[in-house]
Each structure stands twice: as C-alpha cells, then as structure tokens.
C-alpha cells in the first residue's frame, strides 16, 4: 500500500509543545530543543517535518504548539512550504492527549475521517527512510483495521522515562506500560518481550475519538467544544481557552493507550532517540577515539567518554571520565553522565527560586527579532537589539524607564509621540518616560541598535502595548 496512489486520506500531525527540561542549561522554557540544531544544521522539528512531508506524498503537516512557541515555529517553516501551514495554538499545556484530540476534532470539523500520523517535533530517526517504509508497509494498513498505532523501538537499557509494549500475534499489543520503576523496567528489557514506545502514532480519526470518548469522557468533551469555538487567524487556529482549560492534563498513553484493547505495535529499526537527556546526545553523537562528543570552544586532555559543549567560551577539560559539561551565556551545566535525567530537577529549583535561567536565556527571540541584555545595574540595563527587515515592535509606553537608542547597522524608522524619524547608523534617539514610540526596520538588511533603559524598574511587564502586528496584549 503507498501514498503516492492517493486512496487513502492521511494526515501528518506534529506535536510541537514541549520544554525539554532535562536539556538544560540549553533548552529552556521559551526557546525547547525542538527548534535547536543539535544535530546538524537543521532543528529537530525542520527534520521531523521533512520526514512527515516525504512519508505523506507532500501533504503539510498541522503543528500543534502553545501560545509562547507559535511565532518561533512559524520562523521554523520559512522557505518549506508556498502557503501557509496550520498551527493550532493551544492555551496552555494539557499534555498529548487533548493535544492529539485537537487535530483529531479539527479532521472531523473539516468533514474528514482521515488517518493521522502523529510525530513528535524532539526525536531524531537517524534512517527515515526506515520510518517511511514502516509507516506505508504495515502502520497503514493496521490503522486502516481499526487498530491505533504506534512503533515499537528494541530497547538498549531499563529507561524509566519510556512506555513499554508487549508485542502479541498479528501485531497486536498485549501489554501497555507507561513510564514504570526501575526493577520492572529492568525485567522487561531482560525478558526481550517488550519494545519501548516511540510515541509515535498511526489511527483513523474516527477509531481515536471512539475510544477517547469511551476512556477519556472529560477529554473528550471540553477539547471538542475548543476545536468548535476555535478561532482562525492566518497560519494560527487559536483553540478556545475556557474550554481548552477544562480538558484534563493527560497524555494520550495514560488516557487511551493503556486502556483500549486497540493497540497494535509495529517493531522499527529506524535509528531512534528521543533526544530526552545529554546521555542520549552523547550516544548518537559523532565520537572521538576517546569516546568524548565534543562542540564549540573545547580543550581537553585525558578525557574519556564526555559530552562537552560550549556556546562561546572556552571550556578546559582534564582526566575527565563519563562527565556531562554545557556552557551558555548565564549558565554552567557539570553532570556524570549517569545522572543526566536530575537535571529536570534542577530546572525545578530554578523555578522554585524564581530564576529566569529557567524561562529565558540571554538571548530572547520574539517574532521581529531578538533582543539580548549585555549589562544591568539597579536603574539601568543596556540590550543588543536586531530586528529582522520589514518587522516592527509594537506601539507602547513605560511608566518607569526611559530609553536611549544607538543605530549600529542598517536603518529605524522610530514613531515618538507624533513624530515620526528615520535614523541610520551612528545616529541616536531618546524616548521618554510615558512616551508613545514604536520602532521598525523599513529596509532589506537586519537593524541592529543598542539601547540603554534607565529607571526606576526595568522588567518586562512594564510595557502598555496600544497596536501589535503579533495579536500580543
């Protein structure tokens, strides 16, 4: 059975919500690894769309993310596609299964029943053309059953972080295990009767919300009342937010898979990772003779079997042993490797302490561009700004700072109070306290400029936003 015939209606579905906790100090909340090139020069969701797109005969995937992710992922899909994808936005994070609800309602309201291929945005498939045969030989034909779908990875260690499936005859699963204690994760794996779950799903839309509306009343309910309410804007299908709270947090193993006696499991050796950790980037990375995976500004000696990574400065190493070292801008990650998955604790404990180590790096991307705080000091801050040609920031205001902009690179045009200037490199502006200004690159080449705030608080909630080209309050 192949795609290329067009018999047989398929949706590719993208999940693209995630955080990525555990690849901290580099994935944070507001920039997830799913848009990072960890693996080449391509992010793990521009490869996770390409492999959709060639495993779907060209069909555009609909990506599904929240609301503080959907400028970067539209960013991400420059140059892929002609027209417009479809990003449906959900108002906060409820997990996989109102998630893959959301797609399977918006099919329906679509007057479509078609079969969904469901794929995280995080995981690499290092052979996919492997997944691609997989998908086409047998998931298809099994989802076209009536069974939901999912591919079955061999296991290579006891992950706890992972589900297991009990494969029986005919491919159907006979067991269904999410995320379980070590010792049993360590009898599954020895057994050689079990595969882990790759999250990845195969199902008809019709077969998914059968059983969901069986397993998982309350998901079911509030997520087609989302859908229904749903708002379209451009790219972006906004789901409604009161309802979309209502809905349960539970991801579709817990609320479906482990309950429904549907379940089929197709075995695929297609070089997967999910990516969930620094020991996982160590073990698909490129190696030296030493064992050490090693990027960026790097000196070492006597090291053997570490990742080591550095953004910028230079990172010196000795007699190091199965050690995990990551340097960004603001934060220094030293790990065994053993102990990889503690770092979600850490992130916790940021949270916990209120630091925006957590959130934000130095670098912060908004959808004109970027902005990056170069010093602070009680009363001032200074920032690199670069706003991408033709973007604008919004109109606003301060109560508290005011602001002094140098242009080093390109052209602003600058909107202050009714007045309206164009500056060029060298050139300068200050805004008031309390003063209407709005800033834009009118040219063809990246506008760079320094600013200097100076006031009494300097935070990012103080901005009164009156006109935004990105729908922001």
Known sequence: MNFAKKTIDIQPVILAGGVGSRLWPLSRALYPKQIMNLTGDKSLFQLTWERCVDTSDGISPWIITGMEHRFLIKEQLEGTISEDPTIIVEPCGKNTAPAVAAAAFYAQKLGRDPVLLVCPSDHVIKRPSVFKQIVQNKALELAQDGLLVTIGIKPTSPETGYGYIKKGRDFKAIEFIEKPDTINAEKMVSSGDYFWNAGIFVMKVSTFLDELKRLSPQVFKEVGQSVERAKKDGAFLYLDEETFTRSPEDSIDYAVMEKTDKVAVVPGDMGWSDVGSWKALWEIGEKDEHGNVIFGDVME?????????????????????????????????VAPKKRAQDVKAIVRDLKDNGRNEAIIHKKVHRPWGTYETVDIAPRFQVKRITV????????QMHHHRAEHWIVVKGTAKIQRGNEVILLTENQSTYIPIGEKHRLENPGIIPLELVEVQSGSYLGEDDIVRFDDDYGRT
């Open 388 to 395: 991408k040609p033709g973007a604008s920031l919004s109109l």
């Open 301 to 333: 000696n006597g090291c053997k079997d570490c990742y080591i990574l550095s953004t910028g400065r230079l990172i010196s190493a000795i007699g190091l042993e199965d050690i995990i070292i990551v340097e960004t801008k603001d934060a220094v990650l």
